[in-house]
């Protein structure tokens, strides 16, 4: 059924006896689940997951193992015709796969009324967006050991790798950075009042960093006040409270120099 064929489901109920619940049912039955399919560690998917935890609606996810099995199930989907760049995390919806984590992001932001309409607004989360993405970016660098191998991927015989002298380096970055988010969290929110998009985002990649950087932070109470805010959402106050958090998940994949898990 299409959703119009079960809407006409519910008024036939009205007019022809049959059990509303069955009419609302047919309703239900033609809105797809969606799925998101990503690596089992919080990286790049997480800021997805925590938008879809905050919206309600039932989705599936496909979580893939950092092991040769999982790299395998990859490989075996990474090609298909529909998933041209073959990157994950990606999600299906409506009979589509999108990829990107920040162009998912925003795809789910527009379905589910989490993207601004004011060009201001749009052009200041994105500026925030990209400046996030820097930074998350810089400290996969300092935690992945480029040279090193894993499974298919052969390393390197003569490559340095010194995460150390990287993480002292980055630090110095994120400790310029952070105070300059703490002057723009002067709001509830990115925005005002409620979350947009780029706040499941923000919350995620400043959490990430305030693991691996605590001392970074220190002093920046508006960072502190808002991830505590953000931590008590519909949905995210749940989760945070979950046993399932509080087991802990890797930041990064195990094999990296810095993989974030207690």
Known sequence: LDLKSGLEAVVSTQSTGLDLKSGLEAVVSTQSTGKLTYWSVRGLGEAIRHLLR??????????????????????????????????????????????????????????????????????????????LYDLRN????????????????????????????????????????????????????????KPCYVDFLMYEILDQLRTFLPSTFEGCENVAAYMGRFMELPGLKEWFSSDDYKKGNYINAPMAEWHGKN
């Not at 703490?182 to 009042?193: A, E, H, W």
């Open 54 to 131: 905050y919206q309600g609606e039932p989705w599936e996810e496909h979580t893939l193992a950092v092991s040769m099995e999982g790299f395998s199930e990859w490989t075996s989907m990474k090609d298909a015709d529909d998933l041209p760049f073959g990157n994950l995390p990606f999600i299906e919806d409506e009979g589509k796969k999108i990829s990107q984590s920040v162009t998912v992001l925003r795809y789910l932001a527009r379905k589910y009324g989490l993207f601004p309409s004011d060009p201001a607004d749009i052009l200041h989360c994105e500026i925030v967006e990209q400046e």
């Open 138 to 193: 810089k400290m996969s660098s300092v935690c992945y050991n480029p040279y090193s191998g894993f499974g298919p991927f052969p390393g390197s015989e003569i490559g340095k790798f010194d995460h150390e002298f990287l993480k002292g380096r980055f630090a110095k970055r994120v400790a310029e950075r952070i105070p300059k988010f703490d002057k723009i969290l002067t709001k509830q929110f990115v925005l005002g009042d």
